[in-house]
């Protein structure tokens, strides 16, 4: 097992450590954490699939909600526990080693004013293109953690007006918001993220809210890179 500590983008004194033979965050998770609304009144806030807790990191900066993060995966949930005990954040954030359908099982309805999920993207009944490395087959497909498990779960934990952010690609939208109707979270903002300029979108982030008002913000769109490859300003505001 290859081991790194980085810095967690520019957020000042956060460390991560890092499995360089298993998925690591990126920058999905950085716009995931930027993205999702954050009111002042939270008291508590669940991460769906945390990895290695890239995103409780960054909401901890972001807000004085208590986080809880579940991830189904050993190894990452150690590294996860590492994470947070490194940046003396074990009484801010919580993170639990099991499947989320267990969890909510033994979760209390309407415990959580707002989840986050940055989801595997491809899925299994379509993609059969699986990586050999059996981590990062469970963090990319659809086979432990799929869509209607993600509302399913957000319909019960959410209290009554909460939030669910997720990032997913852009091809899976109409998907997403059709399960999310399903299960009594209205859409309410969403942003399209664009590659470069010219190219077509490729990421969408999107926000619902419990039994919300109909009414959805379509929010100007997000170009990752410049032309010459470098990150734009508006997405370098994303790293802290």
């Known amino acids: 097992m290859t081991r790194v500590v980085n810095d967690l983008l520019n957020f000042k004194n956060i460390k991560i450590i890092q499995n360089k033979d298993m998925f690591n965050f990126s920058l999905d ?8 609304t954050l009111k002042k009144d939270y008291k508590k806030i669940l ?19 208590l986080i809880d993060c579940v991830e189904i995966q050993k190894e990452s949930f150690e590294i996860a526990k590492e994470n947070i005990s490194n940046n003396k954040l074990s009484d801010k954030i919580s993170v639990y080693n099991c499947d989320i359908s267990d969890f909510s099982d033994k979760c209390c309805s309407d415990t959580y004013d707002a989840i986050v999920c940055n989801p595997p993207f491809f899925d299994t009944r379509k993609d059969g293109n699986f990586n050999n490395n059996e981590s990062k ?19 019960k934990l959410l209290k009554n007006k909460g939030r669910l952010a997720i990032v997913h690609r852009s091809n899976r939208l109409i998907d997403i918001v059709e399960l999310m109707r399903e299960n009594n979270i209205e859409p309410k903002r969403i942003m399209f993220v664009y590659p470069k300029q010219g190219k077509e979108s490729n990421i969408v982030l999107i926000e619902g809210s419990k ?11 997000l170009i990752v890179h410049n032309s010459d490859g470098s990150y734009t300003e508006e997405v370098r505001k994303y790293f802290g």
Not at 138 to 154: D, P
Not at 211 to 221: A, E, R, T
Request: proline share 5%; hydrophobic share 40%; glycine share 14%.
């Open 29 to 36: 998770s950085a716009l995931l954490a930027g993205f999702i």
């Open 47 to 65: 991460d769906i699939g945390a990895g290695n807790a890239p995103i409780p990191l960054i909401l901890s900066t972001k807000t004085g909600a």
């Open 137 to 155: 087959t469970i963090a990319r497909h659809e086979g432990n953690l799929t869509l209607e498990t993600i509302f399913k779960v957000s319909k």
């Open 211 to 221: 039994n919300g008002g109909k009414g959805l913000k379509i929010l100007d769109p």
